[in-house]
C-alpha cells in the first residue's frame, strides 16, 4: 500500500513539473512574441525619419514654421497655375497653397508624413486641389510645375539648382526657404533669420528675356 501511495505521489510530482515547465514554455513565447512584436513596430515607425539620414544628401523633417508659410504665400502673391512643394514634410506648405487657389502637390520620401499630409489636407476640407507623393525627389520630373517651393539644405542646393535649371520653363518662380541658392540672384526676399525666403524668377536666372528679344525678328516701320 505504501509502495502505491509513492508512486502515486511520484507521477503527481512529475504532472506537476511537466505543468509548470509548460507554463513557462508559453510565457516565454509570450513574452518572445511581445518583444518581437514591438521591435517590428519600433523599426516601422522610425525607419521612415533615419533613413533620409543615411542618404548621400540628408533632407530631414522640420517643420515649417508659420512665419515662413506666410512668407511663401507672399512670394505667390499674383502668381498661378501649378505648385510643386519639395519634400513636403506634414504637408503644411502644400495645404496652405490650396487654400489659395492652387493646385498643389507634394513630394515626400517619409510615408508616414505623406499618409498625414493627405489626412490634414482632408480635414481641411482641400484634399481635392492636393496631391501627395511618396517619391525621391532626384528621381522626379518637374518640368510641369510654374511654381516650385524648396525646403532645403546647403549640400543639396547645387545640384537641385542645376536639376531645376535643366527642367523648368522660363516662366516658374522657384521659392527657396532657410537655405537660398548658391548661383541664382534672388529677384525677391522676405523675411529674416530661419524664416527668411527667397524667389528667384527662372527667366531672369536663366536669361530668357534675354534670348526672346534677341531671337524677335525686326518690323518694318
Given at each position: 500500500m505504501s509502495e502505491l501511495l509513492e508512486k502515486e505521489s511520484h507521477a503527481a510530482g512529475r504532472r506537476?513539473?511537466?505543468?509548470?515547465?509548460?507554463?513557462?514554455?508559453?510565457?516565454?513565447?509570450?513574452v518572445t512574441a511581445g518583444v518581437g512584436g514591438t521591435l517590428v513596430a519600433l523599426y516601422a515607425a522610425v525607419t521612415p525619419f533615419v533613413t533620409p539620414a543615411l542618404r548621400k544628401v540628408c533632407l530631414p523633417f522640420v517643420p515649417a514654421t508659420s512665419t515662413q508659410i506666410q512668407n511663401v504665400l507672399k512670394m505667390l502673391e499674383n502668381r498661378s497655375g501649378s505648385l510643386?512643394?519639395?519634400?513636403?514634410?506634414?504637408?503644411?506648405?502644400?495645404?496652405?497653397?490650396?487654400?489659395?487657389g492652387?493646385?498643389?502637390v507634394g513630394y515626400e520620401l517619409n510615408p508616414w508624413l505623406v499618409w498625414y499630409s493627405r489626412y490634414r489636407a482632408w480635414r481641411d476640407g482641400v484634399h481635392q486641389n492636393t496631391r501627395?507623393?511618396?517619391?525621391?525627389?532626384?528621381?522626379?520630373?518637374?518640368?510641369?510645375?510654374?511654381?516650385?517651393?524648396?525646403f532645403g539644405v546647403p549640400d543639396m542646393m547645387p545640384q537641385l539648382e542645376k536639376k531645376l535649371e535643366e527642367e523648368l520653363e522660363c516662366s516658374a518662380r522657384?521659392?527657396?526657404?532657410?537655405?537660398p541658392f548658391p548661383c541664382w540672384i534672388p529677384d525677391h526676399t522676405t523675411g529674416e533669420g530661419i524664416d527668411t525666403v527667397w524667389a528667384y524668377d527662372l527667366k531672369h536666372s536663366r536669361g530668357c528675356e534675354t534670348k526672346s528679344l534677341e531671337t524677335t525678328p525686326e518690323t518694318e516701320s
Open positions: 506537476e513539473d511537466c505543468e509548470g515547465s509548460s507554463r513557462r514554455r508559453s510565457w516565454g513565447l509570450l510643386v512643394d519639395i519634400g513636403s514634410g506634414d504637408g503644411r506648405i502644400v495645404i496652405a497653397a490650396a487654400k489659395r492652387f493646385k498643389a501627395f507623393y511618396i517619391s525621391d525627389l532626384w528621381k522626379v520630373s518637374f518640368s510641369g510645375y510654374t511654381n516650385v517651393v524648396v522657384i521659392i527657396a526657404c532657410r537655405f
